[in-house]
């Protein structure tokens, strides 16, 4: 059987955790199309029909940024990825799924964030400028990586990191990021992130009280101990570009699954699993403790000590 090898492996030293870590993107790259398209939609939908409060938001007045947004994932998927995104007058299809609009619940058929949500597996983030600096003034949040959208909503970058060691109110890099909103112009950039989880969902909400008790219990996330079993590779693939006209920020969250076990078949398994290890042991305690792997990051680095030393 043949085993899927990973989209990305910001794992193998890249893109070290708990730092900022953005690069130049072309805009041909900004969206990223595979063969979970009508899986992860399917899965949004689903979430949109039976739980829309938590994974929609939107302030008054971001409807005309909103329809930014759209109109430019609209000209992107067109010309970038017209084997699963058709041109329908001024909008675009999805192959195999048709107009996706009225696949939204009735009170969000309007929202032209949430139309695009369903066009792409990225989660859609609008970042608005005021006084306090960059909040987050609307946003479709389908598969959240422990965190929580109602709670982060109306909410400035600083507050919304606060949870973040060295990223809080204050900080050196709460302003450096400040500063690379305020100077994002024409160009886009990405980032990555990646955790572990113990099981394949997408939709992975954590509220502020459920990543205290988290931190406070410091539970296994694989109680019966069967690492090989359980554990999936959760990478974030994040991008910034600022839009044009309204100077808002879109903010996109592409997830991407891999089983833990995948890396065995990796033709870079050695190195790989070896650096992977070695950023875990690179974790503090509040670092391991916000990543909810205090419990299992030995246990973890020993499972991945062994597949490199097979090799």
Not at 177 to 192: K, P, T, Y
Not at 235 to 257: A, C, G, N, Y
Not at 263 to 288: E, G, I, K, M, T
């Amino acid at each position: 059987m043949t085993v899927r090898q990973p989209t990305h492996t910001p794992y193998d030293g890249s893109s070290k955790l708990f730092t900022i870590g953005l690069k130049p993107l072309e805009f041909d790259r900004w969206i990223e199309v595979d063969e979970f398209l009508l899986p992860h939609l399917a899965e949004k939908e689903r979430l949109y029909a039976e739980m829309p409060e938590k994974v929609f938001v939107e302030e008054g007045g971001t409807r005309d940024a909103q329809r930014e947004v759209l109109d430019l994932l609209v000209a992107h998927l067109a010309a970038n990825h017209p084997h699963t995104h058709r041109g329908a007058g001024s909008d675009v299809e999805v192959a195999g799924l048709g107009n996706t609009t009225d696949r939204l619940p009735p009170a969000l058929r309007e929202a032209p964030l949430a139309r695009a949500s369903l066009l792409v597996q990225e989660d859609l983030i609008l970042m608005r400028r005021d006084e306090r600096g960059w909040r987050l003034a609307a946003g479709s949040l389908c598969f959240p990586s422990s965190w929580s959208l109602q709670e982060k909503f109306g909410k400035p970058l600083q507050h919304i990191h606060e949870p973040v060691p060295g990223f809080g109110p204050g900080t050196r890099p709460a302003e450096l990021i400040n500063r690379m909103f305020d100077g994002l112009q024409g160009q886009a950039v990405e980032r990555f992130n990646w955790s572990i989880q113990a099981d394949d969902r997408l939709y992975h909400p954590l509220s502020n009280i459920e990543r205290v008790d988290r931190a406070t219990n410091r539970p296994s996330r694989f109680p019966d101990g069967d690492v090989n079993a359980h554990a999936f590779i959760r990478v974030e693939r994040q991008t910034l570009r600022k839009l044009p006209v309204s100077r808002d920020i879109l903010f996109t969250i592409r997830i991407h699954l891999d089983p833990l076990k995948a890396l065995d078949a990796h033709p870079d398994r050695a190195a790989l699993a070896a650096s992977f290890a070695q950023q875990l042991l690179a974790l503090d305690q509040q670092q391991l403790d916000y990543k909810g792997l205090t419990a299992d990051r030995d246990r973890l680095v020993e499972f991945l000590g062994g597949m490199a030393g097979s090799a």
